[in-house]
């Protein structure tokens, strides 16, 4: 059982809007930015949002995260069929003194 | 930036294993470093991480006193010393990269090696 919670799986039709939440606890996402990531089947995961609500160069606007006491959400727009993928949330837990990982998202896009 | 692993193995339940990390690309010593696992089928993991100097550690409590997480940053490398290895530790095992922010996100990863406890 992961330490961050998120929903196991959303679905939305292309062209819509997708929120993917992550809950935690005053001692990691309280404290502590939060980092998303996306993940295709094979490869290595791709940070998409850092410190709650920053993207890395090259990630488009489409993708957006934010942070309210112990949530985090992401949000995610104008689906495409290319964002089927898993998603996880992370964050350091300052109890645990431990990186910690939602236990992950599987976005369909129908 | 380049993060590149090594190692990965079949072991037997109980035995030990070492991976490394290649870094190449930016100045390693400036930055913290960790290893993060993925089971077959499973999510993300995080393993544990070290400072830019080797000075402070810290790891999972399903590692704790089996995997010792170091750092040579004379060659660039970061490994993962593995014993007592178990079932449970099936999975690949990613290098990733601190910023130098002090943000706890990865931006970098490696490709992953393939760790397989089993008899």
């Known amino acids: 059982q992961s330490v961050l919670t998120q929903p196991p799986a959303v679905s939305a039709a292309p062209g819509d809007k997708v929120t993917i939440s992550c809950s935690g606890n005053?001692?990691?996402?309280?404290?502590?930015?939060v980092s998303w990531y996306q993940q295709f089947p094979g490869t290595a995961p791709k940070l998409l949002v850092y410190?709650?609500?920053e993207r890395p160069s090259g990630i488009p606007d489409r993708f957006s995260g934010s942070k309210s006491g112990t949530s985090a959400t992401l949000g995610i727009t104008g689906l495409q069929t290319g964002d089927e993928a898993d998603y996880y949330c992370a964050t350091w837990d300052d109890s645990l003194r431990a990186g910690v990982f939602g236990g992950g998202t599987k976005l369909t896009v129908l | 930036v380049y993060l590149v692993e090594s190692g990965g193995a079949l072991v037997h339940p109980g035995g030990s294993l070492r991976l490394s990390c290649e870094a190449s690309?930016?100045?390693?010593?400036?930055?913290?470093m960790a290893w993060v696992r993925q089971a077959p089928g499973k999510g993300l993991e995080w393993v544990a991480n070290?400072?830019?100097?080797?000075?402070?550690?810290y790891y999972v409590d399903s590692v704790k006193g089996r995997f010792t997480i170091s750092r040579d940053n004379v060659n660039y490398l970061v490994y993962l010393q593995m014993n007592s290895l178990r079932a449970e530790d099936t999975a690949v095992y990613y290098c990733v990269r601190y910023p130098l922010s002090g943000s706890t996100s990865f931006a970098y990863w490696g490709q992953g090696t393939l760790v397989t406890v089993s008899s």
């Open positions: 070290i400072k830019q100097d080797g000075s402070q550690t």
């Open positions: 690309g930016f100045t390693f010593s400036s930055h913290w």
């Open positions: 410190d709650n609500s």
């Open positions: 005053r001692f990691n996402i309280g404290n502590n930015h």
